[in-house]
């Protein structure tokens, strides 16, 4: 139960960060388009910089987590497949 317990909270982070970073990655392309930026928007500029800064280990952890879990499916599978191929189902062969 905690197990699928913290896979819904790697969920609800992922959904939020889906959310949230694509407005602000644009917002930060767009300021480091500007020739010059005023001192508003230097600062504004700072802080969705040091955001994402901040959000890069939950990305990694999420990164790794659903990564392994891909992996581990994806094995699951092969050997599932195998087995009835073994068993001569033409279908897995």
Do not use: C, W
């Amino acid at each position: 139960m905690d197990d699928n317990l913290d896979k819904e909270k790697l969920r609800e982070v992922t959904e939020r960060l889906n959310e949230l970073l694509p407005p602000i990655l644009e917002k930060i392309k767009d300021y480091a388009a500007l020739a010059n930026r005023t001192t508003d928007e230097e600062k504004e500029f700072s802080e969705l910089v040091a955001i994402v800064a901040q959000s890069l280990p939950v990305i990694e952890t999420l990164k790794d987590y659903f990564g392994s879990e891909i992996n581990k499916q994806a094995t699951a599978f092969y050997y599932h497949v195998k087995e009835k191929a073994a068993k001569g189902d033409q279908r897995s062969q």
